[in-house]
């Protein structure tokens, strides 16, 4: 029976090879990670002594398309690396000659850097604001669509914003 020091030494040089994805149509990209327990107490003693300095956990990114439920690139990291900072090796994990319509993801991924990487491929943004969003000068890249998307929720609401725009069927259809 394999334990957990034979499977990590064999997942190491371990190379996953995602299917081919549907040439000549567009994609309808949606963003997430997860989190996975390498190594830490099991969830009995930490509700009776509390957590350790132990615990080593990895986060999973995905990208998904939307309209077809298939993973499209895939990320291993370290637990301490944020989601909006991996989209650009996701999107190289993505023939170029694939077009791309629209990345989504959650509020984790409104930062300036993601704009940029969903404007390097010619896609258009479907993330809401975070709370509190401010304006981008709009020499930043995917300035218009964020300020565009900041202006109708301080006319409206966050929800009737969602209702009114592609964010909908994004979200309910992210991994």
């Given at each position: 029976?394999?334990?957990?020091?034979?499977?990590s030494?064999?997942?190491?040089?371990?190379?996953?090879?995602?299917?081919a994805?549907?040439?000549?149509?567009?994609?309808?990209?949606?963003?997430?990670?997860?989190?996975?327990?390498l190594?830490g107490?099991?969830?009995?003693?930490?509700?009776?002594r509390?957590?350790?300095?132990?615990?080593i956990?990895?986060?999973?990114?995905l990208?998904?398309?939307?309209?077809?439920?298939?993973?499209?690139?895939?990320?291993?990291?370290?637990?301490?690396?944020?989601d909006?900072?991996?989209?650009?090796?996701?999107?190289?994990?993505?023939p170029?000659?694939?077009?791309?319509?629209?990345?989504?993801?959650?509020?984790?991924?409104?930062?300036?850097?993601?704009?940029?990487?969903?404007?390097t491929?010619?896609?258009?943004?479907?993330?809401?604001?975070?709370?509190?969003?401010?304006?981008?000068?709009?020499?930043?890249?995917?300035?218009?669509?964020?300020?565009e998307?900041?202006y109708?929720i301080?006319?409206?609401?966050?929800?009737?914003?969602?209702?009114?725009?592609?964010?909908?069927?994004?979200?309910?259809?992210?991994?």
């Open positions: 029976m394999p334990n957990y020091t034979t499977l030494r064999r997942a190491q040089p371990l190379n996953v090879v995602l299917p994805l549907r040439s000549g149509e567009s994609l309808h990209l949606v963003a997430d990670s997860t989190s996975v327990k190594y107490e099991d969830e009995w003693k930490v509700r009776k509390g957590y350790s300095k132990r615990r956990w990895r986060k999973v990114h990208t998904m398309d939307a309209k077809t439920g298939q993973i499209c690139a895939a990320l291993i990291t370290h637990q301490d690396i944020g909006a900072d991996v989209l650009p090796e996701l999107l190289d994990q993505i170029t000659d694939v077009p791309i319509d629209t990345i989504g993801g959650d509020g984790a991924y409104d930062t300036k850097q993601y704009h940029a990487a969903i404007a491929r010619g896609a258009l943004p479907s993330i809401p604001p975070r709370e509190g969003a401010m304006p981008w000068p709009e020499s930043t890249s995917g300035a218009a669509w964020c300020n998307a900041i109708a301080s006319q409206s609401s966050r929800r009737e914003w969602k209702k009114s725009s592609a964010i909908t069927g994004a979200r309910s259809s992210s991994p």
